[in-house]
T-cell receptor, first 114, second 115 residues
Framework: AQKVTQAQTEISVVEKEDVTLDCVYE???????LFWYKQPPSGELVFLIR??????QNEISGRYSWNFQKSTSSFNFTITASQVVDSAVYFC???????????FGKGTMLLVSP | EAQVTQNPRYLITVTGKKLTVTCSQN?????MSWYRQDPGLGLRQIYY???????DKGDVPEGYKVSRKEKRNFPLILESPSPNQTSLYFC??????????????FGPGTRLTVL
């Protein structure tokens, strides 16, 4: 069975601070896909990134960066110079190759105050 | 505009009164899915459909039914709703499914309250 753990339930930072959201996953499959979604206060789910298990390259997109480490089964998400608009709940999710279910973590609520 | 739509967005009902939440996508996606979101539990998959006439259970299917008679529509049916089904429901679609290389698009959510 697959499992995604987001140990940080809630994080509060002040604007311009860097913040890292942790995601640890469990699966016995060698082919899998990892995702991050953002849920702002308005409630919709916004896709941020997808990474497959064969691609351990880290990715940077503007102020966002992702660190994928198979050795520690982690797929952490860092926001550099956080802004108030980054306040949201962030979900990490896992899908295993050959199956069609998406397993979400419980989410981390990020509050960025001015 | 490519989108997933859900109706209604908000619904308050009473125990035992059958209801249907509709979901429609205009992207010709094969894969559709329903999730429920509860505080402290994240999102959990209820049912999914790989294509027309093919559906399968997710992690929490009890008390729900689905059907996929057309590619674009994937309604969620609660035959006899109970208070523990009070939740925020999301429909999602993607070209092939979360194991592929495509993006899963989510609807705006339906907030259901069962009294």
């Amino acid at each position: 069975a697959q499992k995604v753990t987001q140990a940080q339930t809630e994080i509060s930072v002040v604007e311009k601070e860097d913040v890292t959201l942790d995601c640890v996953y469990e699966t016995r499959d060698t082919t899998y896909y990892l995702f991050w979604y953002k849920q702002p206060p308005s409630g919709e789910l916004v896709f941020l990134i997808r990474r497959n298990s064969f691609d351990e390259q880290n990715e940077i997109s503007g102020r966002y960066s992702w660190n994928f480490q198979k050795s520690t089964s982690s797929f952490n998400f860092t926001i550099t110079a956080s802004q108030v608009v980054d306040s949201a709940v962030y979900f990490c999710a896992l899908s295993v190759g050959g199956y069609s279910t998406l397993t979400f973590g419980k989410g981390t609520m990020l509050l960025v105050s001015p | 505009e490519a989108q997933v739509t859900q109706n209604p967005r908000y619904l308050i009902t009473v125990t035992g009164k059958k209801l249907t939440v509709t979901c429609s996508q205009n992207m010709n996606h094969e894969y559709m899915s329903w999730y429920r979101q509860d505080p402290g539990l994240g999102l959990r998959q209820i049912y999914y459909s790989m294509n027309v006439e093919v559906t399968d259970k997710g992690d929490v299917p009890e008390g729900y039914k689905v059907s996929r008679k057309e590619k674009r529509n994937f309604p969620l049916i609660l035959e006899s709703p109970s208070p523990n089904q009070t939740s925020l429901y999301f429909c999602a679609s993607s070209l092939w499914g979360p194991s592929g290389t495509d993006t899963q698009y989510f609807g705006p959510g339906t907030r259901l309250t069962v009294l």
